[in-house]
């Protein structure tokens, strides 16, 4: 059995109760912290040593963002747990939630006092409601037990967690964006400097974490960061990672895996091979706003720096897996008809440029496209790279990756005035 | 630090900036060219376009200039193949969603997105997109918003928050389908737009477009003249444009320096239409056996002339009064004191100020020893609090009020709001004070009695350059919050706050308007406004001073140019004798008279008793702007000879037995000094309809039939002759004042004008404290008469209506009266909003609509003075400020009923 650290009170159809994981270890950390063991430099340089990188997409070293916050910065501090989760195919901020809530509790709690916050806010997306009330319900048994609230476990640190149900939009995952939201204003994103770290939420010093993220801070205070990153299986790697594996898979799923284990052992051992009479045709890696990753490639490490060595990203660990009886040209229409509808629409190259290519994927899927198309939307998948966030950059990788990999397909849809792979009618 | 010089490379040039600038600041101040589209110097950066773009050595990707702050060393580079391929790309998107044709546009030639697609030489659009068409906003007669052809650059959603401080408009929905709408998506007129237009002047597309300017012009056939507003005495500077001897439209630019750096409000942006007006006095009129006739210049001139000489052969010169125009430019207030003192000899000339200001010209000057605003609009923003009092800055000065509120969302500035009326302003104030109508007195004292007992104030300031302290001690140890509370309705721990925050201010500035001054106490309550202010140590500080905001253009002109009857210009009095030898010398004559001549009120008492037999009206209209108004009518009705001056038939000019048709602001050249004390260039841009002549050309024509020689080529030459007499003035001349005007004092030609006044000593050498009582209002509430009114204006209209009611975008706002009354008082009452209802007080009596809501207090009426058929001035009592002799138009008692 490969070592289950997030996941190590799952149980089947059933929530961890906080006696469970206080029986597992649980609090046992912020019980360290009230009796005076930890500063919150300690919990930073910590945390920095197991070399723990943000489970959001983007990869950023925890510490060092909490870092960032200035030593003399304004009170009060606030931190933000990023629970947005729309990534297509990820859903493993929702898993964390329904397995085991305590261990995202006691995450925040210590993240919140490695940046001095007094206030934290749960941000959560409507269509996870029931996550929402399982987490009321647990945020309350937490404040009861006198983990949260005023002067916790007797110490002089007080601190709460504010659920936050959000207006339910892809850019809310955005972390300025998130902040907007928060603030009750357009969730635009915001360009920095300044950094939320400086001046976030009321122009207070905010840290904004991925749920996954804060769910590893117990683990690796309880059992140390060489422990943490001896659960790797690559050299810089740390820790494990929960991957989403959906698409033409026998066991479709979330499991937890050393983080750096290679794509074919996920795909074959992990989720039960591909489908009879299916065989691998590409795979989104970690998740929609990833590149298409080719056969060849089957053999990579699942980890940060090895995938990004061969030019994708880890980005959600959400692998979504085709077949050769998929058609590319559709799926990447379908992603970019929902980025295009997801663009908050505060920029040209994305609330425009998005339609535009959806556009003429629908023109080509659709029996309409024609042989300039392909310049033209080779043009402006590298073009909407000029866009104020990352939104924009990350819905043209597909794009970019299927003109790169399956142009032959492209041309396919052209030349037959038709999409190759729709039944005859 | 912020000034701190920083060296770039930009393509390979160096070129130098401050530290804090934007790579796009430093480009542009270095004359680079970096094209732009969501960018506005006004408004904070917004990033979206994505046309600024640069390349900057060690930096990923493409960086938008408009956001990056510049750093010493960066090294950047504007043009490139590839910076150019992307900025296309942006372009082309644009194009391939939205219906941009510029043959159906009447933006077409002043378009900033049709500027950058010839710029960057797109020929043809590749590809046009799903594009969903939105339905175009022309529900009003100003603005029309057609969003096919925006590009949702977010200006207009700026200009309406950051700017003016709005936050009418805003993005809503998402992606491709974002559009910009109102609060629940009402149409612009039914929103709370407030039509400033700062969002049309922002628009770089056709998206935003002056609804009566269509078809009108095309932007390269339209000359653009740069003049100030004839409006407020804000003295916005704003470009009438002109085509076919028509003002088209009203634009502003931001580049032009004055008092609003390109912002304007709805009337001076859509209330200009007047100029054209069908209305127009063409010719002059005389009247006979009851009717007007149509005469030459010559024929009524030589009436004039002849009643003139009769009348001052008979009675005196006295018996001859004017009645000078805050409407008017300097040169012709100037020209009329000139004409009344040295061709008539007399000092019966007075002005609308006494309406409006007279009390702060009164108080200012014992206290400081100057009756004008101290500091400067743009002064505002270095204020750490801001006292707002009888003051709808946001109606009555919208560009100041605009100041404010951006003041306030800096974050830096605090707002307190003493106003018995809920006012725009209080959502944005820190403490709103409200307190009963006419007890200004009491609660500037209960301040006072705060800040001395708690020991907040300025005692060294107060040590050092102010008297009478121990006197102004004594006098407000009585006003305890508790007895204010008692007075004015003012919770007293409210007041305490109030005083606190004021007290600990380190610049604090108080603007106040009529609230404080159309009062019997007017003085008295100016006077305690600088009391107040001296305690804090607040005069002669930038961001502090007592600002009372001028109501009219050219009101702080007019009392510049002697038009009161107790001072020739700069406020020189005339029973000095030195003063008066200066003048006669000046202006050719043995002697000028010595007495104090008649105020306006006095002049209609005097009229009545006959004691005045001929008055000549330079555009006023008392017969709707002074109190009491059949008093007034008897009294115009008792002369003997009545001229009027002035660009429609006014209410007086009917009165009139002749009756002069005059030039309006768009067809004279002239200066105007704003409430900031600012003198501005008048610009002439249209010619004036028939016979119509500006005003100073019918006193000089007057006065050379009346044996005195004026001979001015032009109004230039009436200034250079006011900058001889005139101390404050003597630096100026119109070349100086078209490089943004001038803030008087100026005395010499190199002085650069006076930002604030008083600083290190006041105008009278110290300071002077006044110990001061509270007085009840003259006319108490009774069992009778059981309501206090209170009057003043609003946002829509303009002072007795006569250009205003004649535009039709703001009629489209506010056409009628409208009486103000509190829902609980109008539940007792049967009165629903809308309803038709009476007022009555002891002397006389209007019936018009009521407005139910929350803007009054219980017990409080509020009506609006501009409507000459609901005329509010018919129940307002002509009781006097006994120092000021301004009257009580903001408390008297009356009843109202609701009509059947």
């Known amino acids: 059995m490969l070592p289950q650290v997030l996941f190590q009170n799952r149980k089947p159809r059933r929530i961890a109760t906080m006696e469970e994981y206080c029986r597992s270890g649980g609090y046992r950390v912020l019980e360290d912290i009230a009796r005076g063991k930890y500063s919150p430099a300690d919990i930073c340089r910590i945390v920095g040593e197991a070399g723990l990188r943000g489970r959001g997409g983007a990869g950023f070293p925890a510490a060092t963002k909490w870092m960032s916050v200035p030593v003399d910065g304004a009170y009060p501090r606030y931190l933000a747990a990023n629970a947005d989760e729309m990534e297509p195919g990820t859903f493993k901020d929702r898993m964390l939630i329904h397995v085991d809530p305590h261990t995202l509790i006691e995450g925040m709690i210590i993240a919140g006092y490695a940046i001095s916050a007094s206030k934290a806010f749960f941000f959560i997306r409507p269509s996870y409601d029931s996550s929402a009330m399982i987490l009321e319900r647990e945020l309350e048994r937490a404040r009861q037990a006198g983990y949260l609230g005023d002067n916790i476990l007797g110490s002089d640190y007080s601190f709460d967690i504010i659920l936050h149900r959000s207006g339910g939009r892809y850019i809310c995952g955005e972390a300025t964006a998130l902040l907007n939201a928060l603030m009750g204003k357009r969730p635009n994103p915001m360009k920095p400097p300044p950094y939320p770290t400086v001046k976030g939420l009321w122009n207070r010093p905010t840290v904004v974490n991925n749920v996954e993220t804060l769910a590893n801070l117990p683990h690796i205070l309880r059992n140390g960061p060489e422990w943490y990153k001896g659960l790797a299986r690559t050299k810089t790697g740390a820790g494990t990672k929960l991957f989403c594996i959906s698409g033409k898979v026998n066991r479709p799923g979330c499991v937890e895996l050393p983080i750096g284990t290679p794509l074919r052992e996920i795909l074959e051992e992990h989720a039960g091979g591909m489908r009879a009479g299916s065989e691998f045709k590409a795979c989104l890696p970690g998740g929609a706003s990833t590149r298409y990753l080719t056969k060849d490639l089957l053999d990579v490490e699942m980890d940060f720096d090895s995938l990004s060595a061969v030019g994708h990203r880890l980005g959600t660990a959400a692998i979504t897996v085709f077949d050769q009886k998929t058609c590319l040209v559709g799926v990447t229409l379908n992603l970019l008809q929902f980025f295009a509808r997801e663009s908050c629409g505060w920029c040209t190259p994305c609330r425009e440029g998005l339609p535009y290519i959806r556009d003429l994927l629908w023109r080509i899927e659709n029996g309409e496209g024609r042989e300039e198309y392909i310049p033209m939307l080779r043009q402006m998948s590298r073009d909407v790279w000029n866009a104020y966030c990352a939104l924009a950059p990350g819905a043209a990788s597909p794009v970019e990756s299927l003109l790169t990999f399956f142009e032959d397909e492209v041309r396919e849809h052209i030349r037959l005035k038709k999409c190759p792979f729709s039944r005859p009618r | ?900």
């Open chain 2, 1 to 900: 630090m912020e000034n701190e010089i920083i060296t770039l490379t930009v393509n390979g040039k160096s070129v130098q900036g401050r530290k804090g600038q934007t790579v796009l600041e430093v480009c542009r101040a270095n004359g680079i060219h970096v094209p732009t589209l969501c960018y506005h110097p006004k408004m904070p950066p917004y990033g979206g376009c994505r046309l600024c773009i640069v390349e900057i050595q060690n930096m990923r990707g493409l960086p938008p200039s408009c956001t990056t702050p510049a750093t010493d060393g960066m090294e950047v580079t504007t043009h490139t193949d590839r910076l150019m391929r992307v900025r296309k790309t942006v372009l082309e998107l644009l194009l391939a969603y939205g219906d941009h044709n510029c043959l159906l546009c009447e933006q077409t030639g002043n378009c900033e997105l049709q500027d950058l697609v010839y710029e960057h030489g797109i020929e043809k659009v590749r590809f046009k997109g799903e594009f969903k068409p939105h339905p175009k906003d022309d529900s009003n007669t100003m603005i029309v918003r057609d969003q096919n052809k925006c590009v949702l650059c977010g200006r207009c959603v700026r200009a309406c928050l950051e700017v003016q401080v709005n936050g009418v408009i805003d993005v809503a929905a998402r992606g491709s389908d974002s559009y910009i709408t109102t609060f629940n998506h009402q149409s612009l007129k039914d929103s709370t737009c407030v039509f400033c237009g700062e969002c049309v002047a922002s628009c770089p597309t056709g998206a935003l477009t002056y609804k009566q300017a269509r078809f009108r012009g095309r932007p390269w056939e339209l000359k653009k003249v740069a003049t100030t507003c004839t409006y407020c005495g804000v003295g916005c500077q704003l470009e009438l444009n002109v085509k076919d001897n028509k003002v088209v439209k009203v634009t502003s630019d931001h580049e032009i320096p004055g008092p609003n750096q390109g912002s304007l409000c709805v009337k001076g942006r859509f209330g200009n239409d007047f100029i054209d007006h069908p209305d127009r006095l063409t010719t002059p009129l005389i009247k006979e056996n009851g009717e007007f006739r149509q005469a030459s210049w010559e024929e009524a001139l030589d009436r004039i002339a002849g009643r003139f000489e009769s009348i001052r052969k008979e009675s005196g010169p006295d018996a001859l009064a004017f009645f000078s125009s805050a409407r008017c430019t300097n040169e012709e207030n100037y020209l009329l004191n000139k004409f009344a003192r040295a061709v008539i000899g007399t000092n019966n000339i007075d002005h609308c100020a006494r309406l409006c200001h007279a009390s702060t010209v009164a108080g200012l000057a014992t206290s400081f020893g100057s009756g004008a605003m101290t500091n400067s609009i743009d002064d505002l923003k270095n204020s750490d609090v801001i006292l707002v009092t009888g003051s709808n800055t946001t109606e009555m000065h919208p560009v100041i009020g605009s100041t404010i509120k951006r003041a306030v969302k800096s974050g830096r500035c605090k707002l307190i709001v003493v106003d018995s009326r809920k006012i725009d302003l209080v959502d944005h104030a820190e403490i709103w004070l409200r307190q009963k109508p006419g007890t200004d007195v009491a609660w500037l004292n209960g301040m006072m009695h705060v800040i001395i007992k708690e020991e907040l104030y300025d005692k060294k300031y107060v040590d050092e350059r102010t008297e009478g302290f121990e006197e102004l001690k004594k006098a407000v140890a009585a006003y305890t919050p508790e007895k204010v509370e008692e007075i004015s309705g003012i919770p007293k721990d409210d007041l305490i706050a109030a005083a606190r925050l004021y007290a600990s201010a380190p610049a604090a500035s108080i603007a106040y308007a009529m609230g404080i001054t159309q009062h019997i106490n007017g003085t008295d309550a100016v006077k305690s406004v600088a009391n107040l202010a001296m305690l804090c140590g607040n005069i002669g500080i930038e961001g502090g001073g007592v600002n009372p905001l001028r109501g009219q253009n050219n009101v702080q002109g007019a009392c510049d140019m002697g038009c009161l009857p107790n001072v020739f210009p700069a406020y020189q009095s005339v029973t000095i004798p030195d003063v008066r030898e200066k003048f006669a010398k000046a202006w050719g004559v043995d002697s000028l008279p010595g007495n104090v001549g008649l105020t306006i009120v006095e002049t209609i008492d005097a009229a009545g008793k006959g004691k005045v037999k001929a008055l000549y009206v330079m555009g006023e209209n008392p017969m709707v702007s002074d109190p009491d108004l059949h008093h007034v009518e008897e009294g115009l009705k008792s002369l003997d000879f009545l001229v009027v001056q002035d660009i429609f038939l006014t209410e007086t000019a009917q009165l009139a037995d002749v009756v002069l048709p005059a030039a309006c602001f768009a067809e004279k050249e002239g200066t105007f000094t704003n409430t900031e004390r600012r003198v501005q260039r008048v610009r002439k841009a249209v010619d004036p309809p028939g016979k119509a002549l500006p005003d100073w050309q019918a006193i000089a024509a007057l006065a050379s039939r009346m044996g005195y020689e004026m001979n001015y080529p032009d109004a230039e030459a009436i200034f250079k002759e006011i900058c001889a007499v005139t101390p404050s003035y003597a630096g100026m001349d119109y070349q100086r004042l078209d490089a943004g005007g001038l803030q008087w004092p100026c005395p010499t030609k190199e002085h650069p004008g006076t930002k604030y006044l008083h600083k290190d000593k006041f105008v009278r050498g110290k300071g002077l404290f006044h110990a001061i009582e509270w007085i009840p209002p003259a006319e108490p509430v009774d069992d009778q008469y059981p309501f206090l009114l209170t009057t003043g204006r609003v946002l829509y209209q303009y002072h007795t209506g006569t250009m205003t009611r004649r535009s039709v975008g703001l009629n489209e706002r506010y056409s009628e009266c409208l009486v103000e009354i509190n829902t609980e008082d109008a539940a007792r009452l049967n009165i629903k909003d809308l309803d038709r209802v009476k007022l009555v007080t002891r002397r006389g009596q209007m019936e018009a609509k009521a407005r139910v809501g929350e803007m009054t207090e219980e017990g409080t009426i509020f009506v609006p003075f501009h409507f000459s058929e609901a005329a509010a001035n018919k129940l307002t009592l002509a009781a006097l400020d006994p120092q000021a002799k301004i009257p009580e138009y903001k408390v008297c008692a009356v009843r109202v009923e609701k009509v059947a």
